[in-house]
């Protein structure tokens, strides 16, 4: 689906390393500026990246953000080490959120998270494995 | 003769490439070339970084001069609050004001007292206008300049009031010219201003077809004048008209300081309305209802055109906020009619003005970017800058749009050399 003269980044996301939270989907929104990608896009994108960033900063042990870009689509995975999600449904749903009160007070865990990358993104996967981690894939059409 | 796109200049024969100013331009629109800096206008927001920075006195900035007054037949003066806290502790606002009538403007206006009418319309809009939120200020011709270049998404967000200092200038022209008789164009409508900024959005301004001033008088120029002035001044009439919230719009936290939303937020200094911006951007501030950037660091205070430390001038500003109070003395209904017959409307639209891409082609632009990532593997990534760009991701970048060679890397020079040996 991405072609071999497709643009590929990755940055790897630490847990709880809030200081670098959000620049893995900075650099991503940044390239896609350099591409001259539709505003609209670069919005949806920034928006999506972010709160899927910030799931791994919060709940995973480590994650890596992997970025392809090519003329047709941009398409972002997103795969954890971490505890993986229970009930995937439940979790799709708009308001549930697991996050802790620290985690609020910080302005996170509205239960915004996976239902907003989903809105935002015009293909949206997710699979995931107790114990083991979850693999969010979005792809944007261009 | 044109007007000049950017207030900053680089004075060649001073400037010794030393590169402070290309690591401190935000926009990376600086680079030294053959020895010398110089500035990518295109890129250029005029936040004055550079100049603020410059460690040989090579970047000046271009404001009105006080000798430039002679062109008018009738001067009207409107400083910013900035200019209340550039003095002593003792030195009151209407004596400040007064001081610049007697160094020869016909007419001084407190523009604090139009900043307090503006947070009042501001308060307004607040409270009818539709998302997307956060709203965002404009006061800061810079913030404006850097969201419609790095941030054509947020332009929506960017309020939509006439700043303080233009509908001033509106207002006090034509009651000028009711009361002298003359033509509107006999009259030089002056802010005094702490940055070189607001020379840019007067000679080419974004949210109107033409701006309502005719100049803009830097702080530091006529501070001698006004202390002279200051000594011995009779203070015969009273001029000050604005309390602590008008006043406040001196410092980060000013423009709020008057609204009664909670969920308004200040920034200040460049990185961090950079940060907020994106955080704006990636949807994370959406409780936010209104948003202050200000690109000097502590606000108007920290403008690289003030005489003061910008530390002793916020003190100065918190004193005279406490002293004349931070109760409006503006009449709401006063503003409200003025707000509903459009006396703050934005006279023209703001438009984004997005950077262009690498290449017009977005494959190409890929290609591009592809090239760059690899250029850049072979770099040190010391970010160094004695290449004459920035860091190491910008040089690569130069090199795939062929404006720079990767023999400039004095790393890999010297690696090249040490193999020779």
């Known amino acids: 689906m991405v072609a071999d003269s497709s643009l590929v980044q990755e940055y790897s996301i630490k847990r709880w390393d809030f200081t670098k939270a959000g620049e893995a989907s900075c650099e991503i929104k940044n390239t896609l500026k350099q591409i001259g990608v539709s505003q609209d896009v670069i919005r949806r994108v920034a928006i999506a990246a972010y709160e899927a960033e910030m799931n791994v900063v919060m709940y995973a042990r480590r994650g890596k953000i992997r970025c392809e870009i090519d003329t047709t689509i941009i398409k972002i995975t997103i795969e954890d080490e971490g505890p993986g999600i229970e009930d995937i449904n439940l979790a799709m749903q708009e308001g549930f959120s697991t996050a802790t009160p620290e985690m609020r007070e910080m302005g996170f865990g509205a239960g915004m998270g996976l239902p907003n990358i989903k ?24 | 003769m044109q007007k000049q796109r950017h207030s900053i200049r680089f004075i060649e024969e001073k400037c010794i490439g030393c590169v402070t100013c290309v690591r401190a331009c935000p926009t990376k629109a600086i680079r030294v070339v053959n020895g010398k800096a110089h500035v ?3 890129r250029c927001i005029d936040c004055g970084e550079c100049f603020r920075l410059c460690p040989h006195d090579a970047i000046s900035s271009e404001t009105t001069s006080y000798a430039d007054l002679e062109q008018f037949d009738c001067t009207i003066a409107l400083p910013s609050p900035v200019l209340y806290s550039q003095f002593s502790y003792d030195v009151m606002p209407n004596q400040i004001l007064l001081a610049l009538k007697e160094i020869g403007f016909d007419y001084v206006f407190d523009e604090a007292w139009d900043c307090e009418l503006t947070t009042d319309a501001l308060q307004e809009y607040l409270d009818t206008t539709e998302g997307p939120f956060p709203k965002i200020s404009i006061t800061c011709p810079v913030v404006v300049r850097l969201i419609t270049m790095l941030y054509p998404n947020l332009v929506k967000n960017l309020v939509k009031l006439e700043i303080p200092r233009e509908s001033a200038a509106k207002k006090f022209r034509q009651k000028a010219v009711k009361s002298r008789e003359i033509s509107p164009e006999k009259i030089g409508v002056i802010h005094i201003t702490p940055c070189p900024a607001k020379m840019i959005s007067i000679n080419h301004p974004v949210g109107l077809e033409k701006s309502n001033l005719d100049g803009a ?5 006529i501070y001698g004048r006004l202390l002279e002035a200051l000594k011995g001044l009779e203070e015969d009439v009273i001029l000050q008209l604005s309390s602590g919230i008008g006043i406040a719009w001196a410092i980060t936290g000013g423009e709020i300081m008057g609204i009664h939303q909670e969920n308004c937020l200040a920034v200040s200094g460049v990185q961090d309305v950079i940060r907020v911006l994106n955080d704006v951007e990636a949807g994370k501030l959406n ?3 209104f948003l202050e950037c200000l690109i000097c660091p502590d606000g108007c205070i920290g403008g690289s055109l003030t005489v003061q430390n910008r530390h002793q001038a916020r003190r100065k500003v918190r004193r005279l906020i406490k ?17 509903r017959g459009g006396y703050f409307n934005q006279q023209k639209e703001i438009s984004p003005n997005p950077l262009p891409p690498l290449d017009p082609d977005p494959g190409k632009a890929i290609q591009k970017l592809k090239q760059r990532d690899e250029i850049l593997k072979n770099l040190p990534g010391k970010n160094c800058s004695a290449c004459g760009a920035p860091d190491c991701r910008t040089l690569a970048e ?3 749009l062929g404006q720079s060679s990767i023999d400039d890397c004095v790393f890999l020079t010297l690696d090249k050399l040490k193999e020779k040996a």
């Open chain 2, 217 to 221: 008088i830097a702080i530091s120029d």
């Open chain 2, 398 to 400: 130069d090199v795939v």
């Open chain 2, 287 to 289: 409780d936010i209802v």
């Open chain 2, 323 to 339: 002293m004349f109070g931070e109760h409006t003395r503006v009449s709401r209904e006063m503003v409200l009619r003025l707000y």
């Open chain 2, 40 to 42: 990518n206008h295109d």
């Open chain 1, 119 to 142: 809105r935002n993104s015009d293909v949206f996967e997710i699979t995931s494995v107790v114990g083991r981690g979850t693999k969010l894939k979005m792809i944007f059409n261009l």
